[in-house]
């Protein structure tokens, strides 16, 4: 079981950047053991994945964020991170990280799938002015 906790989130004009953090705390494994990513809600529209990060395949961007946003993991402050740069407003959204068990190295490939992700974190508000 692993306690998620996002900060970084606020308000920026179109274009300006933002640095998402998710803090992780495994209580029961290690959080190596975990797959990590980021989602996000936009008002009126479904949760979707937004990036996470694979040890075979690497990391994963939808292709609405790609080029713009990065994600990275800090192993020895058990921290992920999402560089948000170029930010439009569709982009405004209640942004979260999630993990699920893997019981070791986090293998797979393409977006992630909801369902498989057991642990949330409380979400983060990104909002873009135009």
């Known amino acids: 079981q692993v306690a998620l906790v996002e900060s970084g989130g606020g308000s920026v004009q179109a274009g300006g950047s933002l640095t998402l953090s998710c803090a992780a705390s495994a209580y029961t494994s290690s959080v190596s053991n975990y797959c990590m990513g980021w989602f996000r809600r936009a008002p009126g529209k479904e949760r979707e994945g937004v990036a996470t990060?694979?040890?075979?395949?690497?990391?994963y961007y939808a292709d609405s964020v790609k080029g713009r946003f990065t994600i990275s993991k800090d192993n020895a402050k058990n921290t992920l991170y999402l560089q948000m740069n170029s930010l439009k407003p569709e982009d405004t959204a209640t942004y979260y990280c999630?993990?699920?068990?893997?019981?070791?190295?986090?293998?797979?490939?393409?977006?992630?799938?909801?369902?498989?992700?057991?642990?949330w974190g409380q979400g983060t508000q990104v909002t873009v002015s135009s």
């Open positions: 990060i694979y040890f075979n395949t690497g990391t």
């Open positions: 999630a993990a699920r068990y893997s019981g070791g190295y986090c293998y797979g490939r393409g977006p992630p799938k909801m369902n498989e992700y057991a642990y």
